[in-house]
């Protein structure tokens, strides 16, 4: 089946670090893949998506490209800032039996130090 | 501009007993769905709907139950709650299930004892 796979955290970065959050999936067909973030005491909310093979899907600095050669969506970010600590998952929509259904990885949480 | 809402925010139940939540969306959209969040396993599917009178299971359905009567609600009921159902819930919906952003509520906190 379907599934999601990203990198354990937390992650514990400082102020201004680079930042890459690894990402793999499984699936058939060709799905659109996501990254949420979640926020304290919030729902997730999207941060980006890329619909087909090497679109690169951005916002808010942080950029992901989906590779199909690899099955992967790594997040990464190029200067972390304090307001980026939350925690990032990454998803994929694909057709299922019943209908197209989003599936999440774990998630990954992120500290950024000041 | 409520978006997705989510009905009760906490709840504590005892072993055994019933209890209905409600997700209500604004946004016409056809797709809903219910997941579970907890440590370390992320989101995961409980049972889903691709649109208004249908339901499908999702990936740990067992003690659940869905109903999708009207297109902007879906209600997830645990007849006889167990403590293994304790866990923080989300209602998220979208526009339709490919390519399309999941707009999720705030979450309903449930406790099991």
């Known amino acids: 089946g379907n599934s999601v796979t990203q990198m354990e955290g937390p992650v514990t970065l400082s102020e201004e670090a680079f930042l890459t959050i690894n990402c793999t999936y499984t699936?058939?067909?060709?799905?659109?893949l996501f990254w949420y973030v979640q926020y304290p005491g919030e729902g997730l909310q999207l941060l980006l998506k890329a619909t087909k093979a090497d679109d690169k899907g951005s916002n808010k600095g942080f950029e992901a490209t989906y590779r199909k050669e690899t099955t992967s969506f790594h997040l990464e970010k190029g200067s972390v800032q304090v307001s980026d600590s939350a925690v990032y998952f990454c998803a994929l929509s694909a057709l299922n039996t019943g209908g197209f259904k989003t599936i999440f990885g774990a998630g990954t949480r992120l500290f950024v130090k000041a | 501009n409520a978006g997705v809402t989510q009905t009760p925010k906490f709840r504590v139940l005892k072993t055994g007993q019933s209890m209905t939540l409600l997700c209500a969306q604004d946004?016409?959209?056809?797709?809903m769905y219910w997941y579970r969040q907890d440590p370390g396993m992320g989101l995961r599917l409980i049972h889903y709907s691709v649109g208004e009178g249908t339901t499908a299971k999702g990936e740990v359905p067992d003690g659940y139950n869905v109903s999708r009567l009207k297109k902007q609600n879906f209600l997830l009921g645990l007849e006889s709650a167990a403590p293994s159902q304790t866990s923080v819930y989300f209602c998220?919906?979208?526009?339709?299930?490919?390519?399309?952003?999941?707009?999720f509520g705030q979450g309903t906190r449930l406790t099991v004892v």
């Open positions: 699936a058939t067909g060709y799905p659109s």
């Open positions: 998220a919906s979208s526009r339709t299930g490919e390519n399309t952003e999941a707009f």
């Open positions: 946004m016409n959209h056809e797709y």
